[in-house]
């Protein structure tokens, strides 16, 4: 009975399971899948989070009076907006802190550069999300309660309303914040992010040009007010796709004289690099500000003082003074996490994952840990862009990729349990297929469409389409020009997780008469390799948990998108059903009716795993580190649900008791700008 409803659901959304390719009379089941997660916590109301409102008095770090009375700084409550947002005490765990300390952060990453409107990283990990602020928030979204989960948190932007028709969204900002250095954050702000950067082609925005609800435009009505106007009818679903990473604003009083709109003197180029990695510092709206940057060692940020947040008792945030990155390794973010030298650690690295656990159950471990839903997922990306080269090898490989068999033998191929254990021994690992990770709130196992291991069905799709070993040397000739299938695959070395599922991909497709060439890029080279296009086939962690987030990085929603089906000069050559999944996309966000959302990413479930958009590998939790000392670190806050662990646990009402309190490196001290 229960396979018989299975199919009939398939069947609803129009496609029949048991045609899915020759040979298979139906669908594979997923496997049965453990949960590991371990999260308890009490769920609230969206304004038990924060409000915004003027208070009576306002408070600020004590090394500020100095400050203010020398005339550095104006008053506090100069610096704040007439209604800050006020974090409420009752919903934090561990209630109002004190101010000072250090928080000490361990990454992988390296800054690219400053400029986020062009798209650049500030090296992950969490040193991003503490300089940038974005209109709306996801993060917290975690502790809401069912029946107040109507979208996005509010941030710079206070509130929204649409026109009757869905077809106008008004959004008014905090008024009276302040940029770091001490600019208005305004409309010029939003009407230079939107109009400047993501409507501009020639930028590599985090929004592409036109995929915002597909076409909006921009009207500025005053200093905080402005709205979007919409081609068609939209829903509450678009502005989720104006949180981090995507709807965060940049210092447009500082990059207008960069931009090839406002300087003729100046290119794109110019643009891109207008605030390199060791500029600092530069002007945020986040918490903290970067004052220095030691290369391949060290980013020190300081207490942002024109941050627009207090506590409820007028407490200007963070609590915090200083912030540290560290520059080593990702595997070492556990590491030292674990050691006690190292104050957090989103444990993503598999490889760790025993022993982390093993010794943070120690009652005199200086961190506590606890295991999340699996939101971590690899997958193998294949170049489908067969008009965007010019070299014949290519194009014919490219050929191959469009070839649903072929697609089909690579996941035959791949032995995803082994995979799994040569990442951590135990039950961590499940199988990824390509769709929505297990631990998404869309996900259903029911519209993934499973091929399980199996190298003879591989080797029979292979030779269907003419790939035979035609000398012999144990590698698959191809058809069109005799030469062996060879695949660079291209994957970041820094990340041994990574670099374990390339040795075990490597070694299982040799065994079907794949050869792949693995080809290493550095995190900072990557993400502008992979925007160009510029690659075969790529083995990477790309996390599908929300079809809102990210979305240019995971469906074909525009010309730049996704990265590994570019358009080409006369278009895309699409794939059949690539139209259909840009239409769910739109339909998706033009309804807020949750059942038809759902019925929506079923079928955009299905359509992914059916077609193998990308060949998935294995999917694994996370598990949150963070030092015994630091306060209000909620116990519940999971390492991925709406957005990552260092937005979702708000790092701007983290504590540190003044007993426990690090040393500072720079005591006493805020940004200056020339």
């Known amino acids: 009975m229960k396979d018989s409803r299975k199919l009939a659901s398939l069947l609803a959304v129009g496609v029949c399971a048991a045609a899915l390719y020759a040979g298979t009379s139906i669908a594979d089941p997923m496997p049965e899948e453990q949960s590991l997660a371990g999260l308890e916590y009490d769920l609230i109301g969206r304004d038990d989070l924060w409000t915004y409102e003027a208070l009576p008095e306002y ?8 400050l203010v009375e020398s005339g550095a700084l104006p008053p506090v409550e100069d610096r704040l907006p007439a209604e800050p947002l006020v974090m409420q005490a009752g919903a934090m765990s561990a209630g109002i802190g004190e101010y ?4 000490r952060h361990v990454i992988g990453g390296r800054p690219e550069g400053w400029n986020i409107l062009a798209g650049q990283h500030q090296g992950w990990g969490g040193i991003n999300m503490a300089t940038q602020e974005c209109l709306v928030r996801q993060g917290p979204r975690w502790q809401v309660r069912p029946e ?19 077809t106008e969204l008004t959004m008014h900002l905090v008024e009276g914040a302040k940029w770091s250095d001490g600019d208005p954050f305004d409309t010029e702000d939003i009407a230079f992010w939107y109009d400047d950067n993501v409507q501009n082609a020639d930028i590599n925005s985090r929004i592409s040009k036109d995929a915002f609800g597909g076409g909006a435009s921009l009207e500025v009505i005053d200093d905080y007010t402005f709205k979007f106007v919409f081609p068609t009818a939209q829903s509450n679903t678009v502005v989720e796709g104006l949180a981090y990473i995507q709807g965060c604003p940049g210092p447009s009083h500082v990059l207008k004289d960069f931009h090839p709109d406002y300087n003729a003197d100046m290119n794109y180029d110019d643009y891109l690099n207008a605030m390199p990695a060791d500029a600092v510092p530069i002007p945020v709206m986040g918490a903290w500000v970067p004052v220095e940057h030691k290369p391949d060692e060290l980013v020190i940020l300081r207490r942002n003082p024109y941050y627009f947040k207090v506590d409820s008792e007028g407490n200007q945030l963070p609590y915090i003074n200083e912030m540290h990155f560290k520059l080593t390794t990702w595997d070492d973010r556990t590491t030292q996490a674990v050691a006690g030298t190292g104050d957090w650690s989103n444990m993503e690295n598999p490889g760790n994952f025993v022993e982390a656990l093993k010794q943070s159950q120690d009652e005199n471990s200086p961190v506590s840990a606890k295991f999340g839903p699996r939101t971590l997922s690899w997958r193998i990306e294949l170049n489908f862009a067969q008009n965007m080269t010019d070299d014949p090898y290519e ?3 490219r050929g191959l990729f469009r070839e649903l068999p072929f697609r089909q033998a690579l996941s035959h191929a791949i032995d995803r349990d082994a995979v799994g254990q040569a990442l951590a021994r135990g039950p961590f690992a499940y199988p990824y297929i390509g769709g929505f990770a297990s631990g998404s709130p869309y996900y259903d196992p029911a519209y993934s469409v499973y091929t399980p291991f199996d190298q003879d069905k591989a080797k029979e799709l292979l030779a269907g389409l003419g790939l035979e070993d035609t000398d012999g040397n144990g590698v698959l000739n191809m058809p069109g020009t005799g030469e062996d299938l060879v695949i660079d695959m291209t994957y970041k070395p820094q990340r041994t997780d990574d670099r374990k599922q390339m040795d075990a991909v490597t070694s299982q497709l040799a065994e079907v008469g794949i050869r792949v060439l693995p080809k290493t890029v550095d995190e900072t080279s990557f993400d502008p390799m992979r925007n160009a296009g510029d690659f075969s086939a790529i083995l990477q962690r790309a996390n599908f948990v929300l079809p809102t987030r990210e979305t240019c990085g995971n469906l074909p929603v525009s010309d730049i998108c996704p990265p590994f089906h570019l358009s080409g000069p006369d278009g895309r050559d699409s794939l059949p059903f690539e139209e259909r999944l840009t239409a769910i996309t739109s339909e998706m966000s033009a309804t807020d009716d949750a059942g038809k959302q759902t019925e929506l990413a079923n079928e955009m479930e299905q359509l992914l795993t059916e077609n193998l958009y990308n060949i998935g590998l294995v999917q694994v939790p996370a598990a949150l580190l963070v030092n015994k000392r630091v306060q209000n670190a909620h116990p519940g806050t999971p390492v991925f649900m709406y957005e990552w662990a260092e937005d979702a646990v708000i790092r701007e009402r983290l504590w540190v008791p003044a007993d426990q309190q690090m040393e500072e490196i720079l005591p006493g001290t805020v940004a200056v700008y020339e």
Request: a negative charge; aromatic letters at 12%; glycine letters at 8%.
């Open 59 to 66: 408070h600020q770090a004590p090394f500020l009076d100095a």
């Open 100 to 103: 000072g300390g250090v928080f």
């Open 148 to 166: 107040e989960q109507t979208g996005p948190l509010p941030n710079l932007a206070k509130s929204w309303e649409w026109n009757d028709d869905m």
């Open 395 to 397: 194009q014919e490989l």
